[in-house]
């Protein structure tokens, strides 16, 4: 069974998504803010991390570069979540090492697509 990370401060969000993947075969661990993303991804070993851009204490585009800069962590796919859904910063978070970008409120089939293309 796949293992996800779902980084995602707003309890409502991570409920219901947590949920919709759990219902797909998906095991889905949690971190709630950038520093325990980062603890999180070294420690569980997901296979795709969904990290939210807005984050207290370390944001999604700065725990990703830590994951980026760390061998252990840097081939893992992150798909950023977030409700900024401009042009540049979809371009940011790719800049900061996201392999996909997918904008708030998620539209559940087209994410599934993107973590069923990564995952295999």
Known sequence: MP???LVEDNEMNRDSLSRLLARR???VVFA???EEAVAMT???APDLVLMDISLPKLDGYEA???L???EATRSIPIIALT???MTSDREKAMTAGCTDFESK???FVRLLGKIQTYLG
């Open 83 to 85: 409700a900024h859904a």
């Open 3 to 5: 293992k996800i990370l």
């Open 68 to 70: 980026r800069a760390d």
């Open 64 to 66: 990703t570069r830590i």
């Open 42 to 44: 070294r420690s569980a």
């Open 32 to 34: 709630e803010d950038g």
């Open 25 to 27: 075969g998906y095991e």
């Open 105 to 107: 409120p998620v539209e």
